[in-house]
């Protein structure tokens, strides 16, 4: 009798342990099904890839699509989703390339950019407008872009537009080594035209050292040409030599050279179709060593009288007017520039109707270097934290400390409702800045959003507004 109550106390264990088991096999397997199903969820994954959030979060409130796609001159802008975080709005969309070829073969999608772009018609307002590529599919020939815009919208039958885009990068990869510039310009140093207008630049030129990717600045003398405001420019195509692509498309033209108190002028004229944003380097004939140009002078309109650039002549600081210092040869080394430019108006339809924000208690003033900032408008996000500080509530004498304010000087900690806290490590953000004042924008995930109940600022409180 006692064997059988002990075989049957063990039986009860064992079926007690295997239930066990089975609950917490369940349990993990809704875990992992719920961790795969956030990790699989097309839009939360957007998130993940831009730069512009530190990770997905646990929930977010996206608007929808009105008119998903448009398509126009082989590319088609098609909707992927759109939400607002309290001062800025964020839409994903993909660009397909069907036929327009604004992708080159082989492309990762970083030959392609949105030149003129706007939720607003054309002239709208805006603080910042920047845009991302999150990722780029040869095979279907998609980009996926986010784009981040800071400025007050309206939140129904919001529309998105795009003006003009420019891709298909191609390289130029050329040197000019037959073309002496000593020779060219002993006997007659250019031809020059006054120009009652100074289109200066910084004297130092940052580059990328091509071995080992550090960057170094490169301090030029004093780039001073004439009185005043006028500087010497030249005279506008007295020559032609002809550049040309790794394709042997013709892009450009060297139009004229010239010297002129040290400085050796090259006049460049690329063909106005095309996107230019290329640099070239003079190459010491004997060391192979580059010398850069500190920066160019652009000049001009389009043919079709647009706001484009006509011509560009760069500038290079070679010193006196030798034979030795004048071994040089004009050379372009991976240099790319754009083929393919778009203009229509893409147009994208969306309603972002509601927002998961905490708006916080502001017009409170925290502490900063031994003075009093005052923060007027402060809201936590699912994604990250905004506060905004007005240029109007600064006195004159103290504009040099407002405008000397780190994203660093703030100390920020989240509070919750059980009395845990959360702090925003430093290097998390950083200051957007305009005519208006001081947007601090603050990259975090937040966990248990419904839970937060304020954010501490330099040990200064906002709370949350209830009666949002």
Not at 140 to 157: D, K, S
Request: some cysteine; charged content about 25%; aromatic content about 12%.
């Amino acid at each position: 009798m006692r064997k059988k109550i002990i075989d049957r106390l063990l039986l009860l264990c064992i079926m007690a342990l295997f239930a066990a088991f089975t609950i917490i096999g369940l349990t993990s397997c809704k875990d992992t099904e719920k961790e795969q199903g956030q990790s699989a969820d097309p839009t939360m994954e957007l998130l993940r890839q831009t730069n512009f959030f530190k990770s997905a979060p646990e929930e977010l409130y996206f608007g929808k699509a009105l008119q998903e796609s448009f398509s126009d001159q082989g590319v088609t802008i098609k909707h992927r989703a759109a939400f607002h975080d309290g001062e800025a709005t964020y839409i994903f969309f993909d660009v397909i390339d069907t036929g327009a070829g604004i992708f080159s073969q082989g492309s990762n999608g970083l030959d392609f950019s949105l030149d003129q772009y706007d939720f607003l018609e054309k002239a709208g307002y805006n603080d910042s407008r920047l845009h991302e590529l999150i990722s780029y599919e040869e095979e279907t020939r998609t980009a996926t872009i986010c784009v981040e815009y800071i400025g007050p919208l309206q939140i129904e039958e919001l529309s998105f537009h795009i003006y003009s885009m420019t891709g298909n990068q191609k390289m130029i990869n050329k040197d000019f080594e037959k073309v002496d510039l000593y020779e060219m310009l002993k006997d007659k140093p250019g031809e020059y035209e006054p120009e009652n207008e100074y289109i200066g630049g910084s004297t130092s030129f940052g580059v990328i050292d091509e071995q080992t990717g550090e960057s170094r600045t490169i301090e030029m003398p004093e780039f001073d040409e004439g009185n005043g405001t006028t500087t010497y420019r030249l005279k506008k195509d007295v020559l032609s030599i002809p550049v040309e692509d790794e394709e042997g498309n013709h892009v450009a033209d060297i139009t004229n050279i010239g010297w002129k108190n040290g400085w050796l002028h090259i006049q460049l004229n690329p063909e106005n179709r095309f996107k230019w944003e290329t640099n070239f380097n003079l190459e010491n004939n004997r060391t192979e060593d580059l010398v850069y140009s500190p920066f160019h002078l652009s000049f001009g309109t389009g043919p079709d009288g647009e706001a484009l650039t006509d011509y560009y002549e760069y500038v290079f600081y070679v010193g006196a007017m030798t034979e030795e210092n004048l071994d040089c040869s004009i050379v372009f080394k991976n240099s790319a520039y754009r083929a393919v430019t778009l203009k229509g108006d893409w147009e994208i339809k969306l309603s972002i109707p509601d927002s998961l924000l905490k708006r916080l208690e502001a017009d409170k003033r925290v502490p900063v270097d031994d003075q009093q900032l005052l923060i007027r408008r402060a809201v936590i996000s699912p994604v990250n934290i905004t506060l905004f500080a007005s240029g109007k509530d600064v006195p004159e004498d103290l504009a040099g400390w407002f405008w000397g304010i780190s994203v660093d000087d703030l100390k920020l900690k989240i509070l919750y409702q059980d009395g845990k806290t959360a702090a925003i490590p430093e290097g998390s953000g950083y200051i957007h800045g305009n005519q208006k004042g001081a947007m601090f924008r603050l990259k975090h995930t937040a966990e248990n959003f419904e839970e937060i109940t304020g954010l501490e600022v330099n040990g200064v409180y906002f709370p949350v507004v209830t009666n949002q």
